[in-house]
């Protein structure tokens, strides 16, 4: 049974930093890709960035490149956002997500993207 464990979440002032954490269970890691997706209230689902475990590659979207940087550990079989000079539009459930290439890396989901239970981040002004 796949299962992805989101953690890392809390409320910082904008400005400030936190790193969010997703730890892969019930399939084979390696050559998948995973990601970050978040959704704040009435808007919908967007993507942040991914990273395809297999090679490393990375990827992200736009309005977070620079700011945002995803990177994994295959031994542990977690990735990792590390998002730094928060916003309060960054404000959002961030959701960890799997799929099978191309589906996440190129920053969409698929019909067969697997989930986690999502991280709350909320940045105060």
């Known amino acids: 049974q796949v299962r992805l464990v989101e953690s890392g979440g809390g409320s910082v002032q904008a400005g400030g930093s936190l790193r969010l954490s997703c730890a892969a269970s019930?399939?084979?890691?390696?050559?998948?890709?995973m990601g970050w997706f978040r959704q704040a209230p009435g808007k919908e689902r967007e993507v942040v960035a991914a990273?395809?475990?297999?090679?490393?590659?990375?990827y992200y979207a736009d309005s977070n490149k620079g700011r945002f940087s995803i990177s994994q550990d295959n031994g542990k079989n977690t990735v990792y956002l590390q998002m730094n000079s928060l916003k309060p539009e960054d404000t959002a459930m961030y959701y960890c997500?799997?799929?099978?290439?191309?589906?996440?890396?190129?920053?969409?989901?698929?019909?067969?993207?697997?989930w986690g239970q999502g991280t709350q981040v909320t940045v105060s002004s």
């Open positions: 997500a799997a799929a099978r290439p191309p589906f996440v890396c190129s920053l969409r989901a698929g019909p067969n993207t697997y």
């Open positions: 990273i395809h475990t297999g090679g490393g590659s990375t």
């Open positions: 019930g399939y084979t890691y390696s050559g998948y890709c």
